[in-house]
């Protein structure tokens, strides 16, 4: 009798610890949608409002691999080989339009809070092709790039407030530039 009822109690045992795994991945997947509604009702509900608000046509934040920047989390995560952009445009109407570009992964393709993943695409072939579609954002041009190569290391803000000292202007504008002007944002959205 004895013998069956830890032979019973080892099973017990053993259907326990084999159930949590599953349990440890159900949970993780509840939570992984939990955070892509939170950041479809924030893409949905803040975004057009703080754009509009600051009147932005367009916001473009941009990762590198193994420098993920401080919104890598709230934009969906995902992987950049080198450069990866998120994009957002103001193309009036009621929703704003997103666009992951150099960025991939499944998690950030399944949460569908983007238009469009696209892993790679070359900058220039993705502005342009806006333009043929009539859906480009006021002056943009596939000449004129998003981001700077000579800027694109872990020293960009040095390297920004260096040249912009350098062309004379003042220590509040170029405090500005490099972050104050989105603290700044971020203070008056989330007070």
Not at 51 to 80: H, S, V
Not at 94 to 111: F, H, K, N, P, S
Request: proline content about 4%.
């Amino acid at each position: 009798m004895v013998r069956r009822l830890v032979i019973a109690m080892g099973w017990t045992f053993v259907a326990a610890l084999a159930a949590q795994p599953e349990a440890g991945a159900q949970e993780a997947r509840r939570r992984w949608e939990k955070m892509c509604q939170i950041r479809q009702e924030k893409f949905d509900r803040v975004l057009p409002e703080v754009m509009r608000e600051t009147d932005i046509d367009m916001w473009i934040t941009m990762i590198k691999e193994g420098n993920f920047g401080p919104l890598y989390e709230d934009l969906g995560r995902g992987y950049a080989g080198s450069i990866g952009y998120y994009i957002f445009t103001d193309r009036g109407g009621d929703r704003i339009e997103r666009v992951a570009i150099g960025v991939t992964g499944y998690l950030l393709e399944q949460c569908g809070v983007y238009d469009q993943v696209v892993g790679s695409m070359d900058l220039r072939e993705f502005v342009a092709e806006r333009i043929a579609r009539g859906i480009a954002a006021p002056a943009e041009d596939p000449d004129v790039l998003f981001m700077v190569p000579d800027l694109n290391s872990h020293r960009r803000m040095d390297l920004i407030a260096g040249a912009l000292d350098g062309r004379g202007h003042p220590d509040r504008v170029i405090e500005k530039v490099i972050g104050g002007n989105w603290l700044r944002l971020c203070d008056e959205v989330w007070h």
